[in-house]
């Protein structure tokens, strides 16, 4: 809970160094409305005495100079506009949210940074894992549930009677092949049926003729003849969701034997590690092992692990970046994205990419999350009160529209890249359209 004062304060000048580096150096995470205006004075312990306009930054020159303590947004390079809270000023509230481990750093920038844009509004995340999101949101433990793979038709089954829960992407990523290969730090080839056969049990040694035919000559010649150690995750994951969808898109064999899903497989061969942490835990403290992990652990710790490329459907072998995951996302919802709930069961926007033989440059092995929401708000079933709704409301809508690319919270300094414009476009009418005790929270 923050709680700022008027410029009479004898703390004035302390918070003003306080709003100086959420404005100046964090890239202002605040946001004005989708209309564009301006929030006025709000009478609570908040209040905000006035709203100034700042038109450059660099008229800023010292703390004493602002005589008061309005909170502050940039709206463009060099402009900045007064905007005390996002959307409108919300009561006091507490809201849990609970799901996967893809999006938790990004989702703890999210909640730090919102802490300033909604005083009164404490979030917290468990980060469990997708399937126990989902199965938290069904339970009404929740707010809101997150998944990074859409419900199946039997968890749509399992919801409470005459219930709603709405899929809406909030962000995505990209899962690689990443390795603890000594001697070798160049990026690797695979393609998709080399990753199965690996991941299968048919492929046992580093130097198998399968791998080695995918190198240039010289990495080939420099493959050990060493046994692979693989490694997978131990609890229901959406990161292995998409992992395994792509590997079941690629090997008939594996599509067939083992399949796909947020829960725990019966891996053919392996050692299970608990979340994507305790993934990249394994293969580095274990030489001559590989594993799927998210792109964003590889961003947020550089170096520390090696990763191979992926061959698309067009035939280039990428290594994953933003911009390629974000280029096979966009190409992914060309066709666009569900309109009804129940589509969502079987939508896969790996699927939607992986035959893709038009996009030389996408990344195949990448994926939404998915914030999950009642599409109907209220005590019986979602464990909502009224202040909750619109506080949860509030808080999607700002991770939608201004939290994929605003300064220190964005993304892509994490490893997410910023949602396609069409994702954007479908989040806000479903969130627009969620009522509580049917009535419109927004």
């Not at 004035?12 to 209309?35: H, K, M």
């Not at 995340?125 to 419900?151: F, R, V």
Request: with cysteine; glycine share 10%.
């Amino acid at each position: 809970m923050h709680s700022y004062k008027t410029a009479t304060s004898g703390t004035t000048i302390g918070l003003v160094v306080v709003l100086v580096v959420v404005v100046v150096g964090a890239g202002a995470y605040i946001a004005l409305n989708p209309g564009g205006t301006t929030v006025t004075t709000v009478t609570s312990n908040n209040t905000v005495t006035s709203n100034n306009t700042v038109t450059s930054i660099n008229t800023v020159t010292s703390v004493n100079t602002l005589t008061t303590t309005s909170i502050n947004t940039v709206t463009s390079t060099n402009t900045v506009t007064t905007s005390a809270c996002y959307l409108a000023c919300v009561g006091a509230a507490s809201i849990t949210g609970g799901g996967g481990t893809l999006v938790y750093p990004l989702m703890q920038a999210w909640i730090n940074t919102y802490s300033y844009v909604q005083p009164n509004v404490q979030i917290s995340y468990a980060a469990l894992g997708s399937g126990k999101g989902i199965a938290g949101i069904t339970a009404g433990l929740y707010n809101y549930g997150e998944s990074d793979a859409p419900l199946t038709a039997t968890q749509y089954a399992a919801l409470p009677s005459g219930s709603t829960l709405l899929t809406i992407p909030i962000s995505d990523s990209g899962i690689i092949p990443a390795y603890n290969l000594p001697g070798i730090t160049a990026h690797l080839n695979f393609t998709g049926n080399v990753l199965a056969e690996i991941f299968y049990g048919s492929i046992t040694m580093w130097n198998d003729a399968r791998i080695a035919s995918l190198q240039s000559a010289r990495i080939a010649a420099t493959l050990p003849a060493h046994a692979i150690q693989v490694y997978h995750r131990s609890d229901g994951s959406g990161t292995m969701y998409g992992f395994t969808q792509y590997l079941s898109d690629s090997n008939s064999t594996w599509k067939a034997k083992v399949g796909y899903s947020t829960g725990v497989l019966n891996w053919p061969v392996g050692v299970g590690c608990l979340h994507n942490a305790g993934v990249a835990a394994c293969i580095a403290g274990n030489s001559y092992s590989i594993g799927p992990l998210e792109i964003a652990y590889e961003i947020s710790n550089p170096g520390q692990i090696n990763f191979g490329a992926v061959q698309n459907h067009y035939g280039t072998y990428i290594t994953a970046n933003l911009t390629n995951i974000s280029e096979a996302l966009a190409a992914g919802v060309k066709a666009g994205l569900p309109t009804t709930q129940a589509q969502w069961s079987s939508y896969s926007v790996i699927q939607a990419t992986f035959n893709d033989t038009t996009d030389k440059y996408i990344y195949p092995v990448s994926t939404f999350t998915y914030a999950l929401v009642y599409n109907n708000l209220s005590a019986s079933y979602a464990n909502t009160g009224q202040a909750q709704a619109v506080a949860t409301l509030n808080f999607l809508s700002w991770v939608v529209n201004v939290g994929q690319t605003g300064g220190l919270s964005s993304g892509a300094l994490l490893g997410y890249p910023p949602l396609p414009s069409a994702a954007v476009t479908l989040d806000n009418q479903l969130l627009t359209s969620i009522t509580f005790n049917g009535t419109p929270v927004l």
